[in-house]
């Protein structure tokens, strides 16, 4: 009896030590798992879509989507990274109210053919991960900047250009963001880029907050779910200091 009691004690590690192998076998993968997610258990999980392009035609604008509502109410953080960027870490997501979905899509620069990885962090204490990989020419985050080439983007920098469009019981909120997003990568300029956002709801209260990093593209520009057809507030603030806001 004892020994089929252990043996129903052990079934559920060998699972998960199952699931937790990289499906992609990526020589980096514990370096990233280990810096970004800590010592939490890790699940390679199908419920958290990645979804990119198969080849980035432009390496410095290459969309991506992290799908995880099959997760929704049990969304503590989510957390991607592309791993043999030079600066891997891309976004850092925090939904703030059950109103706001666990999806979120955004573009992104890639270096090289990497692979990609979205976690999601739910309320067990368990990172759920998705993998994907994209294959790239490359030279996405080492290449001049488009935006500083175009004459008085001064003037238009954090304008916010957006939309709600109503879907059902749910609005989907898309928007671009006028922003170099520099990152420090290429001579002479520093790093300056957009680094902290928050969706408010009408009465200033936080439904979700994004902590943003280099990896992502200039001119960002960002997607997210939100359930009812309320307005909607944006606050946005790059690593100079300065705050943009704008509202749906």
């Known amino acids: 009896m004892r020994h089929a009691l252990l043996c129903l004690l052990f079934i559920p590690c060998l699972a998960l030590g199952a699931m937790a192998e990289d499906p992609l076998k990526s020589s980096m993968w514990d370096y990233h798992r280990q810096r970004l997610l800590g010592s939490e258990p890790v699940v390679f999980d199908e419920r958290v879509r990645l979804e990119v392009p198969p080849f980035a035609e432009d390496a410095r604008q290459v969309p991506i989507q992290v799908d995880a509502r099959a997760l929704d109410g049990e969304v503590v953080r989510m957390v991607a990274w592309a791993e043999l960027n030079p600066i891997p870490h891309i976004f850092t997501f925090h939904p703030r109210s059950p109103r706001v979905q666990a999806l979120l899509a955004i573009r992104i620069r890639v270096e090289q053919a990497t ?14 991960v998705g993998s994907a990989r994209v294959e790239a020419a490359g030279g996405g985050c080492t290449a001049p900047s488009v935006v500083r080439s175009q004459p008085g983007w001064e003037r238009r920098l954090g304008q916010v250009h957006g939309a709600r469009f109503p879907h059902g019981e749910v609005s989907r909120l898309r928007l671009r963001v ?17 680094n ?49 806001e704008a509202s749906f």
């Open 115 to 128: 692979p990609l990885r979205a976690a999601v962090l739910t309320r067990d204490g368990v990172w759920h």
């Open 178 to 194: 006028d922003h170099p997003m520099d990152n420090g990568l290429v001579g002479g300029i520093p790093e300056f880029f957009l």
């Open 196 to 244: 902290q956002a928050e969706l408010r709801d009408a009465d200033g209260q936080p439904l979700a907050s994004l902590e943003l990093f280099p990896a992502v593209g200039e001119n960002p520009t960002i997607g997210l779910r939100v359930e009812g057809h309320d307005e909607a507030q944006l606050w946005l603030r790059d690593n100079n200091g300065n705050e943009f």
